[in-house]
C-alpha cells in the first residue's frame, strides 16, 4: 500500500510549508474568548496577518496578507492526565518555549473562519493599528519588507 499524497506530491501528513516562500513581518493574534466544550476548551481567537510579507522569485517583497483580520476557531484537548487548571507565566522575551509550556494540551482543530460576520467584526480593532492603516495594496512591490516585532507577551527563558 502507498501512502496517500496531495497534488503536490507530499504526503498528507507533511505540515511544513508548502509554497517555499519566505514570510516575514509580525502575525497578530488576539484571544476573543475561551469557553469549555465537552473535548477540552474552544478559543475564538482573531488572526491578523496584515503586516506579513513574501519575498518574490525577483527579490522584491508584497504583502502576504490581507487589512482585514479573521475570526478563527480553536479547540484544546487536555493531557492525558485530564488536568484544565494549571496555569503557568508566559511572558518573556525569547520567541518560542524552550520546553513543553502546554502541560500535555493539544490542538485537535483549527477552523479558519467561524462563518459568523459579527464574529469577524469583533476582530476590527483588536489589533495596534487601526484599520485605516493596514496596508491595502497586495500587488504593491516593496525593497524590504516590514519589520519584524518582539513578541508579546512572548515566553520566558526559564519556564515556572
Known amino acids: 500500500m502507498t501512502a496517500d499524497t496531495s497534488p503536490r506530491g507530499r504526503s498528507?501528513?507533511?505540515r511544513?510549508?508548502?509554497?517555499?516562500w519566505t514570510r516575514t513581518g509580525t502575525f497578530y493574534a488576539?484571544?476573543?474568548?475561551?469557553?469549555?466544550?465537552?473535548?477540552?476548551?474552544?478559543?475564538?481567537?482573531?488572526?491578523?496577518?496584515?503586516?506579513?510579507?513574501?519575498?518574490?522569485?525577483?527579490?522584491a517583497?508584497?504583502?502576504?496578507?490581507t487589512r482585514v483580520p479573521r475570526a478563527t476557531l480553536i479547540d484544546l484537548a487536555p493531557g492525558p492526565d485530564g488536568a484544565t487548571d494549571r496555569t503557568r507565566?508566559?511572558?518573556?522575551?525569547?520567541?518560542?518555549?524552550?520546553?513543553?509550556?502546554?502541560g500535555g494540551w493539544t490542538i485537535t482543530r483549527h477552523a479558519f473562519s467561524t462563518r459568523n460576520y459579527n464574529d469577524a467584526l469583533a476582530c476590527v480593532d483588536k489589533f495596534p493599528d487601526p484599520p485605516e492603516t493596514r496596508p491595502t495594496r497586495i500587488n504593491e512591490r516593496f525593497t524590504a519588507p516590514y519589520p519584524?516585532?518582539?513578541?508579546?507577551?512572548?515566553?520566558?527563558?526559564?519556564p515556572s
Open 12 to 14: 498528507i501528513n507533511d
Open 16 to 20: 511544513t510549508n508548502y509554497n517555499g
Open 30 to 59: 488576539h484571544i476573543l474568548s475561551i469557553k469549555p466544550v465537552d473535548h477540552g476548551l474552544q478559543a475564538m481567537v482573531c488572526e491578523g496577518n496584515y503586516s506579513l510579507m513574501t519575498n518574490t522569485p525577483e527579490g
Open 61 to 65: 517583497w508584497k504583502n502576504f496578507g
Open 89 to 102: 507565566t508566559a511572558g518573556g522575551a525569547d520567541r518560542a518555549p524552550r520546553t513543553d509550556m502546554f
Open 148 to 158: 519584524t516585532l518582539p513578541p508579546f507577551p512572548g515566553w520566558p527563558t526559564s
